[in-house]
T-cell receptor, first 110, second 116 residues
Framework: GQNIDQPTEMTATEGAIVQINCTYQTSGFNGLFWYQQHAGEAPTFLSYNVLDGLEEKGRFSSFLSRSKGYSYLLLKELQMKDSASYLCAVRAAAGNKLTFGGGTRVLVKP | GAGVSQSPRYKVAKRGQDVALRCDPISGHVSLFWYQQALGQGPEFLTYFQNEAQLDKSGLPSDRFFAERPEGSVSTLKIQRTQQEDSAVYLC??????????????FGPGTRLLVL
């Protein structure tokens, strides 16, 4: 089976940094994805990790430790428009479907 | 060209009514997925197509749910005899490569279904 856990909600101040953790227990592993989803909109791709380590892309970075079943998404220099839900998703080794966590709703305050 | 599109964006159905939800994937994308997203939850996998072949339908919750992609492009998700628990957002996603690749899935805006 698949189990993916992430915090339900986080609050941070504009200009600050927020780290969203994701832990997973899956029967196989072929990559971990982070998506951003604004209310009522489609999830949009942020990052992809398949090897251990840090992937940096502008203000967003994502880290993966396969041995620990752990990933985090780091959002730097927070902007009001970053208020959204952030979805952690794992792709199992067999097949291409994604298994999602429940999402972390991030609220950025002025 | 354009991204993944879905129609209708909103659908209100009476309990027991049949509904059909349409997905137009990105042109040339081989893989197509359907997900169901309940309010405040992450998307849950329903079914997967590689071209016109439905390779995985393990996530379909009951035999009232049926999906097809007859020409390997547009897909339709049909729900028969809708129930209130079917109320959710139905997301479609497509990716360029078939299963096993490293391709990202690109999502459409979803169809919000409300069953009264």
């Amino acid at each position: 089976g698949q189990n993916i856990d992430q915090p339900t909600e986080m609050t941070a101040t504009e200009g600050a940094i927020v780290q969203i953790n994701c832990t997973y227990q899956t029967s196989g592993f072929n990559g971990l994805f982070w998506y951003q989803q604004h209310a009522g909109e489609a999830p949009t791709f942020l990052s992809y990790n398949v090897l251990d380590g840090l992937e940096e892309k502008g203000r967003f970075s994502s880290f993966l430790s396969r041995s620990k079943g752990y990933s985090y998404l780091l959002l730097k220099e927070l902007q009001m428009k970053d208020s959204a839900s952030y979805l952690c998703a794992v792709r199992a080794a067999a097949g291409n479907k994604l298994t999602f966590g429940g999402g972390t709703r991030v609220l950025v305050k002025p | 060209g354009a991204g993944v599109s879905q129609s209708p964006r909103y659908k209100v159905a009476k309990r027991g009514q049949d509904v059909a939800l349409r997905c137009d994937p990105i042109s040339g994308h081989v893989s197509l997925f359907w997900y169901q997203q309940a309010l405040g939850q992450g998307p849950e996998f329903l079914t997967y197509f590689q071209n016109e072949a439905q390779l995985d339908k393990s996530g379909l919750p009951s035999d009232r749910f049926f999906a097809e992609r007859p020409e390997g492009s547009v897909s339709t998700l049909k729900i028969q005899r809708t129930q209130q628990e079917d109320s959710a957002v139905y997301l479609c996603a497509s990716s360029l490569e078939p299963a096993g690749g490293t391709e990202t899935q690109y999502f459409g805006p979803g169809t919000r279904l409300l069953v009264l």
